[in-house]
């Protein structure tokens, strides 16, 4: 826990973020403030005139909402790929009520009760209580996974074939080799010829193997 010396520094921090976002009429702006507030941690822990205030890592999105900034205008920052999965990190709602990382949103409430009000009008006066992420939902998955929803995907479909098929590297190298020489017109027309196939085949479960 931080002292209430660093509690009121990060208060400060805190505070300047919150007055600059209504004059952030630039979403560069915006988007460069935030990942610096992001990044300095000022916001996990704070005081400032209203009382005393503790976020865990997963919980940025209540901080933002608190400070007034639009879902809608995070879902438009200027982000990089690793920069929009740094983002997502702090806010995947996948992760709520797990253990030190995220709480859910009536529990940050309780939590804080000299601003409860201001959360629950905020959350919803700024369009976070949407169901749909402001980063999306790929940008959730790549946080956390690591990795690009198609290659999860890919990853998900290998490991279930090492599981419950036999064979299956054979008749893929078969695949493979009948490719070979094709033109990338060519190739592109038997992937979809391939997808339609495979959206009429049956799923692999236990019974297949």
Partial sequence: MSSSKALSRHGERVNQYARAVPNMGRLGDLTRETLEILRSNDWRDYSDAT???HFLPG??????ALQT??????ARLYLTPDERQELATA????RSEEPKYRRS??????AH???AQSLKNHWER???HATKHPLGARAVLR???GVSPEEHARQVRIKRLRQLADGWRERVARVRAAAEGLTREELLAAIDALKELARKAPKLSEKSE
Wanted: hydrophobic share 45%.
């Fill in 126 to 128: 700024y369009a976070w």
């Fill in 59 to 64: 919980e940025f999105d209540y901080f933002l």
């Fill in 113 to 115: 009760p000299h601003a």
């Fill in 143 to 145: 946080a956390r996974t």
């Fill in 51 to 53: 009382g005393t205030y």
């Fill in 91 to 94: 806010m995947d709602r996948t």
């Fill in 69 to 74: 900034v639009e879902a809608r205008d995070i």
């Fill in 105 to 110: 949103f009536d529990e940050v409430v309780a």
